[in-house]
């Protein structure tokens, strides 16, 4: 048997009809990853694109360089996505960063200092401080993120103050338990993550990061927003049987 040797980091890296940026995207992580003397491959996941965001992906990874490509023939959703991303993953440790890169490739040192640490979970916050947020959302969308982070913390997560940055660093044991577990598909899937993660004991550090707003947003104001306070109940129900090990 062929024995392949495991990276010490995998990047996945969810996308729904993101060609006009994601070469950008993956030629800034690329030259940040080659000047690291760590392995790496990063997974690309397109979530049911139609447009061209699997033929540019392939092209990237044709020319030798560490990137898989995986299709979900329709939109399954981010959270699915990323679970699916997770699965294939091989890394020592697993990331995952939103397509626009709101916060810097370069910010992994400092979730990776976290793990140093022992941390088993490293997520980026733009709520504590430290962090820079240089290009803000509209107004309407910073408030209703912090709305929502209200709520997590009231139903489900106290003491994390942003659950939704996408940009969270796994070791490899505890992205592969909670991953499994996940059962929300779309954006509020962050904090079924962390909920599954403190049931399993994990050290969680949240890490002030800098991070500015990209526009055209895929989240919808209304549908999704509403989808994700309900997700907040779901994520009670359905891990209820262990809520006991929640602090």
Not at 12 to 23: K, T
Not at 114 to 134: E, F, P, Y
């Amino acid at each position: 048997m062929t024995h392949i040797s495991r990276p010490a980091l995998s990047i996945v890296v969810p996308a729904y009809n993101e060609e006009a940026r994601l070469a950008k995207t993956l030629m800034t992580i690329q030259t940040y990853l080659q000047k690291r003397e760590d392995s790496y491959e990063v997974i690309v996941v397109s979530d049911g694109s139609s447009d061209n965001t699997v033929g540019l992906a392939r092209r990237f990874a044709e020319q030798g360089l560490n990137i898989r490509v995986l299709h979900n023939k329709r939109n399954r959703g981010k959270g699915a996505s990323i679970r699916r991303g997770v699965a294939a993953s091989r890394g020592a440790r697993v990331l995952f960063t939103d397509a626009d890169l709101s916060t810097p490739i370069q910010e992994l040192e400092k979730l990776e200092a976290a793990m140093q640490q022992g941390a088993d979970v490293a997520i980026a916050s733009r709520a504590l401080q430290g962090a820079a947020v240089t290009v803000r959302q509209p107004f309407y969308r910073e408030m209703m993120g912090k709305t929502f982070n209200r709520f997590a913390r009231l139903i489900t997560l106290s003491g994390i103050h942003d659950t939704q940055c996408g940009f969270k660093l796994f070791t490899r044991k505890i992205a592969r338990d909670i991953f499994r577990r996940m059962t929300i598909k779309g954006f509020g899937f962050d904090v079924e993550i962390l909920y599954l993660a403190r049931q399993s004991q994990a050290q969680i550090v949240e890490v002030p990061v800098i991070w500015n707003n990209v526009m055209d947003s895929k989240v919808s104001p209304i549908a999704d927003s509403f989808q994700m306070f309900v997700d907040l109940f779901l994520i009670r129900m359905r891990h209820f049987k262990k809520n006991r090990k929640i602090s």
